[in-house]
Nanobody
Framework: QVQLVESGGRLVQAGGSLTLSCAAS????????MGWFRQAPGKEREFVAA????????YYADSVKGRFTISRDNAKNTVYLQMNSLKPEDTAVYYC?????????????????WGQGTQVTVSS
């Protein structure tokens, strides 16, 4: 089992920046592909970004490409999401998730472990 705890969400103005963190505990962190997803009110949970187990492979949704950066520090058991040039449409609850398989997926159901989420609100 892996336990995930997100932090860093808050209210920010459009155009601003924010870094989310997700601390993992339990199993060996470097054995897991990590992903960030988000869910806005009334919408389905959607893929934001994912990173391979060693951190060399990263993937992004088109809507955040060029603005968001996912990274991980396996020594600290933490994955990060650096968000720049934030837009009101980025407002959502952001979740981190862990997948024990080797391939990186953009599908929420591929991830077996989830954090509780952190709220990001971008004001216009």
């Amino acid at each position: 089992q892996v336990q995930l705890v997100e932090s860093g969400g808050r209210l920010v103005q459009a155009g601003g920046s924010l870094t989310l963190s997700c601390a993992a505990s339990g199993r060996t962190f470097s054995n897991y592909v990590m992903g960030w997803f988000r869910q806005a009110p009334g919408k389905e949970r959607e893929f934001v970004a994912a990173i391979g187990r060693r951190g060399s492979a990263t993937y992004y949704a088109d809507s955040v490409k060029g603005r968001f950066t996912i990274s991980r520090d396996n020594a600290k058991n933490t994955v990060y999401l650096q968000m720049n040039s934030l837009k009101p449409e980025d407002t959502a609850v952001y979740y981190c998730a862990a997948d024990s398989r080797t391939t990186v997926s953009q599908t929420p159901r591929a991830y077996g472990y989830w954090g509780q989420g952190t709220q990001v609100t971008v004001s216009s």
